[in-house]
T-cell receptor, first 112, second 113 residues
Framework: DAGVIQSPRHEVTEMGQEVTLRCKPI?????LFWYRQTMMRGLELLIY????????DSGMPEDRFSAKMPNASFSTLKIQPSEPRDSAVYFC??????????FGSGTRLTVV | KQEVTQIPAALSVPEGENLVLNCSFT??????LQWFRQDPGKGLTSLLL?????REQTSGRLNASLDKSSGRSTLYIAASQPGDSATYLC????????????FGKGTRLSVIA
């Protein structure tokens, strides 16, 4: 099993540009979570999906953020337009009915 | 709202020492508790998962205990090594299991050779 796969590993973009982060969960896992990690706030939940359906997006900072899960094997997190305060590490995780959570390696986003 | 606290925030110990990391949570109705390790600039590696019906889990030199009624968990590391240096994160879930993890801020551990 390749684990949770995130791309890109690093992204540097200019303020105002659109950024798309991608995630492939572990096959058979029916829940997918997007987290953001910063030094100040630690790990924060942005949004999560069960069976491809968004359940709670209350952690999404503002309308500039959006997430989709078109099928069980793919999810995207989009920021448009990006701002310097969006700079952070974004993690995707998947789980199967409480049998533990597996995290991807993360995407380090820098907005200049 | 579930809150998870980890004490201490940072810890430095000499190699070979046994140590305990603490985690507390405000809502005892958890589904499970998971300990993770994070190396600088890296992702999260799962160490131990404790279901709400369990009291402890062991893996090698690591032992995690869970006391739901008091809202506490401890991670015991025996005979610490410099390779154990990392940030250790505690996280809990509520509900049926397909709900998000709520994380503590972590304990940054340094093991000095």
């Amino acid at each position: 099993d390749a684990g949770v796969i995130q791309s890109p590993r690093h992204e540097v973009t200019e303020m105002g540009q659109e950024v798309t982060l991608r995630c492939k969960p572990i096959s058979g896992h029916n829940s997918l979570f997007w987290y953001r990690q910063t030094m100040m706030r630690g790990l924060e939940l942005l949004i999560y999906f069960n069976n491809n359906v968004p359940i709670d997006d209350s952690g999404m900072p503002e309308d500039r953020f959006s997430a989709k899960m078109p099928n069980a094997s793919f999810s995207t997190l989009k920021i448009q337009p990006s701002e310097p305060r969006d700079s952070a590490v974004y993690f995707c995780a998947s789980s199967e009915q409480g049998r533990g959570y597996t995290f991807g390696s993360g995407t380090r986003l820098t907005v200049v | 709202k579930q809150e998870v606290t980890q004490i201490p925030a940072a810890l430095s110990v000499p190699e070979g020492e046994n140590l305990v990391l603490n985690c507390s949570f405000t809502d005892s109705a958890i589904y499970n508790l998971q300990w993770f390790r994070q190396d600088p600039g890296k992702g999260l590696t799962s160490l131990l998962l404790i279901q709400s019906s369990q009291r402890e889990q062991t893996s090698g030199r690591l032992n995690a205990s869970l006391d739901k009624s008091s809202g506490r968990s401890t991670l015991y590391i025996a005979a610490s090594q410099p390779g154990d240096s990392a940030t250790y994160l505690c996280a809990v879930t509520l509900g049926s299991g397909n709900t998000p993890l709520v994380f503590g801020k972590g304990t940054r551990l340094s093991v000095i050779a």
